[in-house]
């Protein structure tokens, strides 16, 4: 005698729960794995920002030195505010009481809302010697982790023939641990 069984239809409990829990996991994998990517993301972005901001800060220092002693007006060079439109900027590179350059993209809202921040706080010293000047910018980054120390670090030097008993590191002026024997001012004194 044959049996005749019907045709199972569907899944059972058994079948159902593990195919739950291993979509459960491979979604807790993928999240967590595309958190990790835009956390990536985010930190390469924002040490490429701020690299570029170094840079532009060291060679915006060398070509306002060198036009300054070039056409022999003295100087002094800090990190400073500067105030434009009613908006101040807080880490701005200054030749006396104007701004080397401008950036306005540094000014940014937290997430587009609210007053605006500058994205990178900037610091700036100086050393002298002989002819030779050298220079670290620091930068800290102001938007996503205020209280997150040192972002990226840039160290850069230039020559200037003929004026190096013209231009000095101002030693009375701050200093900082990361810029051991740098100085926050730079002088250049015409025809002295």
Not at 108 to 126: A, C, E, H, Y
Not at 149 to 174: C, R, V
């Amino acid at each position: 005698m044959r049996r005749i069984y019907k045709n199972r239809r569907g899944f059972t409990l058994v079948e159902m729960m593990l195919s739950l829990a291993i979509i459960a996991i491979i979604f807790g994998l993928t999240t967590a794995l595309m958190v990790s990517i835009s956390e990536s993301f985010t930190m390469t972005y924002n040490l490429n920002d701020a690299s570029d901001y170094a840079m532009l800060y060291g060679y915006g220092l060398e070509n306002s030195v060198i036009a300054q002693v070039s056409q022999k007006k003295g100087a002094t060079w800090t990190i400073g505010s500067y105030t434009q439109d009613g908006v101040t900027y807080d880490s701005i590179l200054m030749c006396g009481k104007d701004p080397v350059f401008l950036p306005s993209q540094m000014k940014t809202k937290q997430n587009g809302t609210g007053p605006s921040v500058d994205k990178w706080l900037v610091k700036m010293f100086f050393k002298t010697e002989g002819s030779m000047i050298s220079y670290v910018v620091l930068i800290y980054d102001n938007y996503y982790n205020p209280e997150k120390p040192l972002m990226y670090k840039y160290e850069g030097s230039f020559w200037l023939p003929h004026s190096s008993a013209n231009i000095t590191a101002d030693d009375t002026s701050d200093t900082d641990a990361l810029a051991a024997g740098y100085y926050s001012k730079l002088t250049y004194k015409a025809g002295s």
